[in-house]
């Protein structure tokens, strides 16, 4: 496990209350997994909200710990309990720690200095640029064309497959049917919209946009993109090989 401090103020709040409260924050990278998490000293978490889980273990997933767990706690704020939220890992690299869930719904907002961050920790070494551009791109699904720019935005993102970004009019919306998904990015935002393609397969919420993206990414509001992985894409008269990433497994994609 690789672990780096971070100069980072951090708060996680439950409602008003700061469950945690720290500028000691130690970032933390499990093994084969691509994003980082936060591990913090017990000093800046109000242990005192903390009750040993029912749960003795957390199932792994994406919100949840990677590797084997010696303590698992709820948090408990007034009359809510939050199960599983709260972890000490069983790795010397942070088993001094305590670690605290990003799962959506479960803590209502995260800090970093005064910032909302959502979903997990910032990535000091990943980088997201968004750049206007006059290349040719067309996106087929299933062999018909659902959207054609010779504007798109560009937003490349590190590790991550370069995103294609429409204007609306250069998607056939008739096309695709929203699917009411949602999901959340530190690096983009909020996207509030998604769509699929009916009949088809591999489909489903193959597309989406964020109406009010961060500051840093701002030329891709109410633009469309396209999952590269799911899509048949030409640019500049060039078909494209469908990339290969952690979204090409259909269990990492946002699901409401």
Known sequence: MRTERSDRWVRGFVGDT???DSRDALLFWEPAFPVPGYAFPRDDVRTDLLRPSAKERVERSFFGPKGPTSTVYDVMVGDRTIEAAAWVRDDPAIDDRLVLTWQPGAFD???EEDEEVFAHPR?????????????????????????ESRSPVLLFETHLPTRYYFAREDVRLDLLSPSGNRSDCPYKGHAEDYWSV???????????SYADPVPAVGLIADRIAF???????TVDGVPQVRPESIFSKRGNRPVE
Do not use: C, F
């Open 18 to 20: 700061a469950v945690v």
């Open 227 to 233: 999952y590269n992985e799911l899509v048949d894409i």
């Open 198 to 208: 009916p009949g088809v397969r591999d489909a489903d919420n193959v597309a989406w």
């Open 109 to 111: 907002r995260w800090l």
């Open 123 to 147: 990535d000091p070494y990943k980088r997201v640029d968004a750049m206007p551009s006059s290349r040719h791109v067309q996106v087929a699904i299933g062999g018909t064309v659902v959207a």
